[in-house]
């Protein structure tokens, strides 16, 4: 049975609400996302996530760039409530990419082209 066995025909009206900032320049990263999901009855949480970086060289415009950071991720409906995620950025031109492992082993692979 699906979850229409565990809620029933049970409706609720549901939002979220999120709140993201950062700061940086050519040598520092910080940034800060929280988001409050609100479901009634079915369901309401609190997650965040932070992340610190450092580049370990400052490139010329142009130049491959790169970052090392540390992402931390609290999520209380899992259950290991906060996840530990270092990474390294890298972008050149248009193409970002970040790849990193957290503590229990998953994998993060983002690819963000601008333009």
């Known amino acids: 049975m699906g979850d229409e066995s565990k809620h029933g025909s049970h409706q609720e009206v549901a939002g979220f609400t999120a709140i993201?900032?950062?700061?940086?320049?050519?040598?520092?990263?910080?940034?800060?996302?929280g988001r409050l999901t609100y479901a009634g009855d079915i369901d309401k949480f609190f997650m965040q996530k932070a992340r610190v970086g450092l580049a370990p060289y400052i490139g010329d415009y142009g130049d491959l760039h790169t970052w090392l950071m540390l992402q931390v991720d609290h999520n209380p409906k899992k259950t290991d409530t906060v996840e530990i995620t270092p990474l390294i950025r890298l972008?050149?031109?248009?193409?970002?990419?970040?790849?990193?492992?957290?503590?229990k082993g998953d994998v993060l692979l983002n690819w963000v082209m601008r333009f």
């Open 20 to 33: 993201a900032a950062d700061w940086e320049d050519r040598r520092f990263f910080t940034s800060y996302e």
């Open 91 to 103: 972008f050149k031109g248009v193409n970002l990419v970040e790849v990193g492992a957290n503590t």
